[in-house]
């Protein structure tokens, strides 16, 4: 059974920061795509960031320049720091790890950014 430990949302104010966290195990994190989605009500499952095995990152248009997705290899976690968060990040926000035809998913946690 793969698992995909989340932590780190919250409720934030617009321009706040939040960092979540994605703990796996040490075989998924080391030959593992890592990713980061979100899902808002109503709305489909959409990519936010994805690491690779040698940390090369990919990001979303709509958060760059304010999202960093990186690698603890000694924690085999990945973590999603958000900066300057805008309402319209509101979304539930899920941790991926991808290979071939594996696909895995953490369970969750919610992100809002509202005053």
């Known amino acids: 059974q793969v698992q995909l430990v989340e932590s780190g949302g919250g409720l934030v104010q617009p321009g706040g920061s939040l960092r979540l966290s994605c703990a796996a195990s040490?075989?998924?994190?080391?030959?593992?795509?890592m990713a980061w989605y979100r899902q808002a009500p109503g709305k489909q499952r959409d990519l936010v960031a994805s690491t690779s095995i040698n940390s090369i990152t990919n990001y979303a248009d709509s958060v760059k320049g304010r999202f960093t997705i990186s690698r603890d290899n000694a924690k085999n976690t990945v973590y999603l720091q958000m900066n300057n968060l805008k309402p319209e990040d509101t979304a539930v926000y899920y941790c991926?790890?991808?290979?071939?035809?594996?696909?895995?998913w953490g369970q969750g946690t919610q992100v809002t950014v509202s005053s």
């Open positions: 991926n790890a991808k290979r071939a035809i594996w696909d895995y």
């Open positions: 040490r075989t998924i994190f080391t030959t593992y795509l």
